[in-house]
């Protein structure tokens, strides 16, 4: 009866597009157009999974406010559904000026600064007081003489501008159980205020456990190539008696933007590298009906043959690599395919003067050094700069030759 289940999230952005897919297929169009929501849909179910007494959204619902109305109309169900399990929604990013659209929803509103302090009951029900922070001018720093009860903890949520050290000690002394949330896009630690545990201390099992707790949850799905890797949430127990505070991060998105890296040690051609890139690709196919959306870094030695000399260039490689991949209908899509700063590249052996020329310039020209392996058959280019404009002019010379 001690512990107090919450699940936290921040902004959660309804109503906002994914971008960078304008090149997509229908079905991943389709895919993306729900992303946002199933991936909220899919935080309120980790709720009731975790059997949370309530869900904490320490940020705004909408990214903008003309679409707010429209995101209060479709949580409505879901808001009903949490409260048919017992769990009960807390909204604590808008100002009481901006809460008159959220009324219908039946959660416990808060101004961003202000502080709520949450208990259970002898019967295991939740209890909560808000505590305005700006009415609060005691100046010891404490709270202990605004508390309901010795089994409470405080919950805090700060914006990003928020002084957090000074602000938080007038509310809580370090000695309090204290979660303090910083609202954020990508889950990351936060400054945290004089006394306080960061989540830069967390495990790899991706516990942290400390008296305070200074959190970024971010929002639980991302909406662009922008913003790489996991989002989610953070599933929370405070234990008032042992006074523990236990943030632990959960996966909530559908939708995920990776960035991933491959090097070859061997000279590798077009076709060579499109099919390393297929088979890479197959090994990172999710079974649990996430989509990924892939940025491809490639890194090591690219061989040009005459043939195929324009077949380096991000166009072909994307189109051949879709192609092995029946247009990424196993949930991958490759959106992108670039050279890493080292990349190097090789003329194949019997390749025209044309090539190696151009090679030559090509080095002079971005200040490149040239190397020769031990067998002395091969001419090494590398540079800084060197992948994508000696790909741009590989692919001119496959158009004039």
Known sequence: MSVIRFLHSDHLRLASPLSGLADCPDWLRRAAASAVRRSVVSLFETAA?????????????????????????????????????????????YKRSEQAALLPLGAILCEPH??????????????????????????????????????????????????????????????ELRYVTVSGIKASPSPGAAGSERLSGETATGYSTARSLTVTAGAPQAVGPSEQGVFGCRIVEADTMHQTLTARFCETD???????????????????????????????????????????????????????????????????????????????WPRRIQYSSDAAFTAAPGSSLAVQEFLKVSAERNNL?????????????????????????????????
């Open 49 to 93: 999974a975790a059997r949370c007494d309530f869900l904490l959204i320490a940020g705004r619902l909408t990214e903008s406010e003309q679409d707010l109305d429209a995101a209060v109309r479709w949580l409505l169900p879901h808001a009903e559904q949490l409260r048919g399990a017992g769990i009960q929604l807390v909204l604590t990013g």
């Open 114 to 175: 202000d502080v709520i302090e949450v208990w259970k009951n002898p019967h295991n029900e939740i209890q909560h007081h808000v505590h305005a922070v700006r009415s609060y001018r005691d100046s010891s720093g404490h709270a202990a003489g605004l508390r309901r009860t010795d089994r409470s903890f405080w919950l805090e949520n700060h914006t990003q501008n928020f002084e957090t050290p000074e602000r938080s000690n007038r509310v809580a002394g370090t000695g």
């Open 369 to 401: 050094h040239e190397n020769t392996f031990a067998s002395g058959t091969t001419e090494l280019i590398r540079g800084r700069h060197s992948g994508a404009d000696t790909v741009t002019g590989l692919n001119l010379l496959a158009r004039v030759a």
């Open 254 to 332: 559908t939708f995920r933007f990776v960035r991933e890296t491959i090097n070859s040690r061997q000279p590798m051609t077009s076709a060579g590298l499109v099919s390393k890139l297929a088979e890479c690709s197959r090994s990172l196919t999710s079974t649990t009906g996430r989509t990924l959306v892939i940025d491809w870094v490639v890194d090591g030695l690219f061989q040009s043959e005459n043939r195929r000399l324009g077949d380096l260039d991000e166009t072909s490689l994307l189109k051949e690599l879709r192609n092995q991949m029946q247009a990424g209908h196993s949930g991958i």
